[in-house]
């Protein structure tokens, strides 16, 4: 079945750091993917529509320019957190193109 | 607005207990799909069913159940002879997404459930 894969699994990084995060949709082609946000025993909440080979759509209150995305090609998108703050520390987890295909998720922990 | 709900925030059942997980959607579109996911401790989405706005049949897989009222706006989830290894954060969440594009999922809040030996 379609797998999608996440890099790095978890992250600790400094404040003021940036960090990227990979998606990737190992055995298909995904020309749309999202991301989603999970703070500790809440919900998951989207982020953002990643499309190939365009500029990204933002849900109402994420920061674009906060969390860049790159989804550069069929296979890979990126979210890069720049400049994190201990409140972007979340489980980042992301989905390929159809409903089930969800990465493993990536926590980040700024410290 | 889409908006799902799930009244449950934790549930706590002893081993072999039946337990039904509720879900209550809100949308203004005639077609969406509905879902329900498990996420064990290690944090990943476990996909375990999808279903269309126009197929209100109910679904059964093994100890999983599904019943689906439009009526009532409900999409509740319910396990039988439960166990140990269901003891996960189930989401029902929705989408207006076509089929061949996937979709935005609104998710819930997200039932906790605790199945005891």
């Known amino acids: 079945g379609a797998v999608v894969s996440q890099h790095p699994s978890w992250v600790i990084c400094k404040s003021g750091t940036s960090v990227k995060i990979e998606c990737r949709s190992l055995d298909f082609q995904a020309t749309t993917m999202f991301w989603y946000r999970q703070f500790p025993k809440q919900s998951l909440m989207l982020m953002a529509t990643s499309n190939e080979g365009s500029k990204a759509t933002y849900e109402q209150g994420v920061e674009k320019d906060k969390f860049l995305i790159n989804h550069a090609s069929l296979t890979l998108s990126t979210l890069t957190v720049t400049s994190a703050h201990p409140e972007d520390s979340s489980f980042y987890i992301c989905?390929?193109?159809?409903?089930?295909?969800f990465g493993p998720g990536t926590r980040l922990t700024v410290t | 607005a889409q908006k799902v709900t799930q009244a449950q925030t934790e549930i706590s059942v002893v081993e072999k207990e039946d337990v039904t997980l509720d879900c209550v959607y809100e949308?203004?579109?005639?077609?969406?799909?509905l879902f329900w996911y498990k996420q064990p401790p290690s944090g990943e989405l476990v996909f375990l069913i999808r279903r269309n706005s126009f197929d209100e049949q109910n679904e059964i897989s093994g100890r999983y159940s599904w019943n689906f009222q439009k009526s009532t706006s409900s999409f509740n989830f319910t396990i039988t002879a439960s166990q140990v290894v269901d003891s996960a954060v189930y989401f029902c969440?929705?989408?207006?997404?076509?089929?061949?594009?996937?979709?935005?999922?609104?998710f819930g809040q997200g039932t906790e459930l605790s199945v005891k030996p």
């Open positions: 969440a929705l989408s207006e997404a076509t089929e061949f594009q996937g979709g935005k999922l609104i």
């Open positions: 949308t203004r579109d005639t077609t969406y799909y």
């Open positions: 989905s390929a193109e159809h409903e089930q295909y």
